[in-house]
């Protein structure tokens, strides 16, 4: 076996496996995921809608979040009201080539948010300029504004009401835990709506 590739593997199992320690060994991140999961009930039961958006591995997180809320994850129950804006390819590319890139997720907030949803932006750095726009949009237009980032959480920990930083600079890791967190959150939320369907822990 190749021992420099068994470094690399074992070198990398040790570093998921300490960030995943050291956040899990955090009682205000799971309070921070018991209070995203309430924010998002709390719009849901009242109409409204959960709207998440990212780039790169974070876009593909963001269809991954959005279909366990529309589908299921832990149990059966109606579908919850999310949207990836990830996923319209001519929005996305129209957006980019009339007005820019950093605009392709601000001109779907603001033409399908409204007053009292949630949105979700998701970014390994914290500064993605497009993200940015769509949060500081969603604040203005009275959306509570939730954030996925890595530590210390860049330029977005200014346009979240609530912010989750994965305990890593490294992106893969800080992907990893986000989808971690997604798990859970989504979870919580599906209890919180059904709870008389929920399986007993």
């Known amino acids: 076996m190749d021992t420099d590739a068994s470094r690399y593997v074992a070198h990398y199992l040790d570093t998921s496996r300490e960030a995943l320690d050291d956040f899990a060994a955090d009682p205000a991140m799971r309070a921070l995921m018991v209070a995203m999961a309430e924010d998002i009930a709390a719009s849901m039961r009242a109409g409204g809608k959960l709207l998440i958006a990212g780039n790169g591995g974070s876009a593909a997180d963001a269809q991954h979040i959005a279909g366990e809320f529309i589908s299921r994850l832990m149990f059966d129950h109606p579908p919850l009201a999310s949207v990836a804006l990830t996923t319209d390819?001519?929005?996305?590319?129209?957006?980019?080539?009339?007005?820019?890139y950093e605009f392709v997720f601000e001109r779907q907030v603001r033409g399908i948010a409204r007053a009292g949803d949630v949105f979700l932006g998701i970014s390994t750095s914290g500064n993605s300029p497009n993200v940015l726009r769509a949060l500081a949009a969603a604040r203005e237009m009275g959306v509570v504004t939730l954030g996925f980032a890595g530590a210390g959480g860049g330029k977005m920990a200014a346009l979240c009401d609530r912010i989750l930083c994965a305990p890593s600079t490294w992106t893969p890791i800080i992907q990893q835990i986000h989808i971690t967190v997604a798990h859970i959150v989504c979870a919580l939320v599906e209890r919180a709506m059904f709870p008389q369907a929920a399986p007993r822990i």
């Open 89 to 100: 390819s001519s929005a996305i590319t129209a957006t980019g080539n009339d007005y820019g």
